[in-house]
């Protein structure tokens, strides 16, 4: 077993627990507000918070499965070499959005540490919330140069992307 399978199934956990940790906030917060009809102010942006990184991390995810959503109407007409190689120049632009966004996800870093930047309602530095949306980016882009490699791997070949 590589590293790359067991950063799958760790963000397998982390992906499924996120979306475990959204779905029991927002039931949380409906027993609160209209069972005991005392709302909590800290649900709805820790809900937001998980699901946006229920988003970034679960993208990562879903490229390293090799899952993401194709349009392969036009990619069929072509043969199985020239396929790969438009999936590498895919992967290639993935990568380069999301090197990209994890480079200007350090000036937010930057800015919400100088200006002691917290949540309105949990008082979390909004420095660990950027950091943490910010490593989301960077497992896109190792799983980017990783099918990136397979797929090159497999021009050479001749063979099928596992």
């Known amino acids: 077993i590589n590293f790359s399978e067991v950063l799958k199934r760790i963000m ?9 940790g ?14 005991l009809r005392r709302p909590l102010i800290w649900t709805m942006e820790l809900s937001q918070i998980f699901f946006i990184y229920f988003a970034v991390y679960g993208a990562a995810l879903a490229l390293a499965e090799n899952a993401f959503t194709r349009v392969e ?3 069929n007409f072509f043969s199985q070499k020239i396929r790969k190689v ?3 120049a895919v992967h290639l632009l993935i990568l380069l959005f999301a090197l990209i966004t994890a480079y200007k996800t350090e000036e937010l870093v930057y800015h919400a ?13 909004m420095s660990l919330i950027y950091r943490i949306f910010q490593i989301g980016f960077y497992f896109l882009v190792f799983f980017a140069i990783v099918n990136m490699i397979k797929l090159s791997y497999e021009v ?4 099928t992307l596992s």
């Open 12 to 20: 397998s956990v982390f992906v499924v627990s996120l979306f475990a």
């Open 22 to 35: 959204v779905a029991g906030i927002i039931n949380i917060q409906i027993f609160f507000r209209y069972v």
């Open 73 to 75: 109407f036009f990619v």
């Open 86 to 88: 438009i999936e590498i």
């Open 113 to 125: 540490r100088v200006t002691n930047n917290i949540t309105p309602a949990l008082s979390i530095p």
């Open 156 to 159: 050479k070949k001749g063979g």
